[in-house]
């Protein structure tokens, strides 16, 4: 009796079965960025957010600023 009203309870709870999620993709990352930290950007000599390159190069978000990498 409990059992069946529980299934019932569920059945109703689960509704619809949900459309298949699409093959998980990758987002479109930023144009030649890694990843995005703050740095100082010498241009405003300020600490503001950059997209940090695997070659050490970074570009600020707010002007722009271009700076080249240690390695380069
Ligand atoms: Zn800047």
Redesign the pocket.
Known sequence: MLAALISRVRALRAGPAPAPLPALERPAPIEGADIADFDT?P??NRR?PHAMRADGSRR?F????ETPGQDS
């Open positions: 950007c241009r405003e503001t600020c707010r002007c722009g600023h």
